[in-house]
């Protein structure tokens, strides 16, 4: 059984690893299926996704930034939806520490943030990176303060060492402010910004990643990488993805990040029957 801290609830599942589905209350990501609002984080929900993860704003290359304003009023009616029908944990993928602010106040658990808590700009799959930026202070104390759980993403290229090193050092920031080391999670960022190469090593060894002494979370639903090594685009790309969360799961990650809610979990069941 696995267990795992989520803001202030506490989550366990009889599979190898937790499944966070995708919810993109966006016009504009770059998986069109993962787009909607109430109607799909519920649908993910009666598939049996274990965490939701909700965005208000996109983070594919090119994409159109939203304001602070614009971003909330996009979240908070699909968390206050759920809020009425379900206690499950919910993550809001946010660079802003005003939004995710909101979203707690209203329900959400965790912040997915993919500059870890840098603020600055917006990490692409095209390689822009944001997480070079100084951490903030204000936004690591507000975890502290609250008890929310924190997803801290690396952005840019980056060997397995240089990753790990990074979110070491973010580590190191948020517990040096207070952040109970049980409410870390640690995202290598597939795709974003990184060579194929260095996509497959960190695929291959999620516990490289500060040796294993925090969650680790694999986001490669549908992403390029997983079309490099098939050759097709992101709607033919759900086989590909199944088999690297797998992959990734045997090697230690504990949460994969998935627009594809029931196969994932149909995959995780059968893993659990063969072991």
Known sequence: MQQLQFGLKRAATERAAFVMGIVNATP???????????????????????????GGESTRPGYTPVSIEDEIARIVPVIRAVRRVSSIPISVDTTKLEVFKTAFACGADIWNDVTALSGAGKANEDGTAACDAEPSVESAQFLAKTGASVILMHTGPGTSKEVSDFLGQRTVFCL?????????????GIGFGKTTEQNLALIREPLSICAGRYPVLMALSRKRCIGDMTGRPAEERLAGT??????????????????????????????????
């Open 176 to 188: 040096s402010n207070g952040v109970s080391s049980d409410k870390i999670i640690l995202d290598p």
């Open 28 to 54: 504009d990501s770059f998986y069109a299926e993962s787009r909607g609002g109430v109607d799909r984080a519920l649908q993910l929900i009666d598939e049996g996704a274990d965490i939701l993860d909700i």
């Open 242 to 275: 199944l088999a690297a969360d797998m992959i990734s799961v045997q090697n230690g990650a504990k949460i994969i990040r998935v627009h594809d809610v029931s196969p994932a979990i149909d995959t995780l069941n059968v893993m659990k029957n063969l072991r």
